[in-house]
């Protein structure tokens, strides 16, 4: 059972921008431990796309773009290219639970 | 280059039970907590535990609390996951992961191994 939500699914054209919301509660996010995004290509396991709420790490393009605010974090993807069609999720610690959590997961489809 | 390569899943009977192994390479295995994620079929994502480094603290999720245990053999920079009691809603892929800090994130994964639970 997922604790944070996120939409099952995103598209955009070519080019646009698009994001992901993830909403969380007081016992993660709204805690103030981070927000952290993973992207899963088909068939592969998940990478890491930004991390610490807006951190990317090496390699990632800049195209990508994370935040958080109050109990939410989001992600942008801005020039939206083919090879952005994945699923992503967001993930954070949750101090009731004393584990990591991950979002529902959004497929990101590029029209 | 860190690696983590992932084994021993395959396929076994509810109830049954099952150890999964985690080779880990190119970094200093004993500096860093390690967790195992596991994704169903179609499915998200769930943490499922995690050890410190000296292997004096675990974490699990609920659902697998009394059936799972983590842990791990530093001088063989090896993660374990015994499985008991095993269920049809355990079947997923399993994927070996190393934490980045202390309730952060998870910076590398391993390519996962299958487990499937069926009569």
């Known amino acids: 059972q997922s604790v944070l939500t996120q939409p099952p699914s995103v598209s955009g054209a070519p080019g646009q921008r698009v994001t992901i919301p993830c909403t969380g509660s007081s016992s993660n996010i709204g805690a103030g431990y981070d927000v952290h995004w993973y992207q899963q290509l088909p068939g592969t396991a998940p990478k890491v796309l930004i991390h610490g709420n807006k951190n990317r790490p090496s390699g990632v393009p800049d195209r990508f773009s994370g935040s958080r605010s109050g109990t939410s974090g989001s992600l942008a993807i801005s020039g939206l290219q083919a090879e952005d069609e994945a699923d992503y999720y967001c993930?954070?610690?949750?101090?009731?639970?004393?584990?990591?959590?991950f979002g529902t997961g959004t497929k990101v489809t590029v029209l | 280059e860190v690696q983590l390569v992932e084994s021993g899943g395959g396929l076994v009977q509810p109830g049954g039970s099952l150890r999964l192994s985690c080779a880990a390479s190119?970094?200093?295995?004993?500096?860093?907590?390690m967790s195992w994620v596991r994704q169903a079929p179609g499915k998200g994502l769930e943490w499922v535990a995690n050890i410190k480094l000296d292997g004096n603290e675990k974490y699990y999720v609920d659902s697998v609390k009394g059936r799972f245990t983590i842990s791990r053999d530093n001088a063989k920079n090896s993660l374990y996951l015994q499985m008991n009691s095993l269920r049809v809603e355990d079947t997923a892929v399993y994927y070996c992961?190393?934490?980045?800090?202390?309730?952060?994130?998870?910076?590398?994964w391993g390519q996962g191994t299958l487990v499937s639970v069926s009569s």
């Open positions: 992961a190393r934490d980045w800090g202390i309730r952060n994130y998870l910076d590398y």
């Open positions: 993930q954070s610690y949750d101090s009731s639970l004393s584990g990591f959590v």
């Open positions: 190119g970094f200093i295995f004993s500096g860093y907590w």
